[in-house]
């Protein structure tokens, strides 16, 4: 792992193909995602930051949640609670934050907005003061898996047109995986890609994933649908 800045008061923390974020207030700082690899990501903050850090999951995948076990408790949304426990084996409590949620971080306010389809409790993270959207795996030029019985393509299109209601209030999105920063245009055209692979219009290919399974990848062109 290791820490870039992006601003005086934000940082990615690089965890090999998967990307961790502290947002620093005046009052406290927030980690989005614990990473992949183990526990180091709580250390690296703490020496980003000298304020208390509390934790927030964008979502209860395994690659996001490997580090959740230094912290007492992770700031979730409670639709993430059967991927945490129950196919993640996740621990610790989850303390729930709901849709239109606002985490004040003291002189910066972070906004939680629902976006299922990646997954059922997948949320994205707005700093609107700082025109900052942390969108977790829902927005990325990466792959982004929809197969399986947590994710669903309907809902995900409908999350991407919630996240264009939103657009006046940030300039660029900070993904959890592939290139950052992303301009906010990037929403609507994986929409319209969303779309055409809902309805069959994509080219597709079978990849086999690191872990030996067998999946259809449609080609977005500016990303992949792993259904």
Request: charged share 25%; hydrophobic share 35%.
């Amino acid at each position: 792992m290791n820490a870039q800045r992006i601003d005086e008061r934000t940082w990615s923390i690089e965890d090999g193909f998967v990307r961790c974020f502290l947002l620093e207030g005046n009052e406290k700082a927030l980690l989005v995602d614990s990473g992949v690899s183990g526990d180091e990501a709580r250390e690296i903050a703490e020496t980003l930051t000298k304020l208390p850090i509390e934790l927030i999951n964008t979502h209860a995948d395994r690659d996001h949640i490997a580090g959740n076990g230094r912290f007492p408790y992770a700031l979730m949304h409670p639709a993430e609670a059967a991927n945490y426990y129950n196919i993640n084996n996740g621990p610790g409590e989850i303390r729930p934050v709901d849709d239109g949620e606002i985490i004040d971080l003291g002189n910066r306010k972070i906004e939680v907005i629902l976006i299922p389809g990646h997954t059922p409790g997948s949320i994205a993270l707005l700093d609107s003061s700082c025109g900052m959207l942390f969108p977790g795996d829902s927005v990325q030029d990466g792959n982004i898996y929809m197969f399986g019985t947590m994710r669903e393509m309907h809902a995900y299109i409908h999350s991407l047109r919630k996240l264009e209601k939103y657009e006046g209030q940030f300039t660029l999105l900070y993904p959890s995986h592939g290139s950052m920063p992303l301009n906010k245009s990037f929403i609507q055209s994986l929409e319209s890609k969303a779309i055409e692979c809902l309805d069959g219009r994509l080219p597709k290919e079978q990849i086999t994933l690191p872990d030996g399974r067998q999946v259809t990848r449609c080609d977005a062109g500016i990303a992949g649908f792993l259904v």
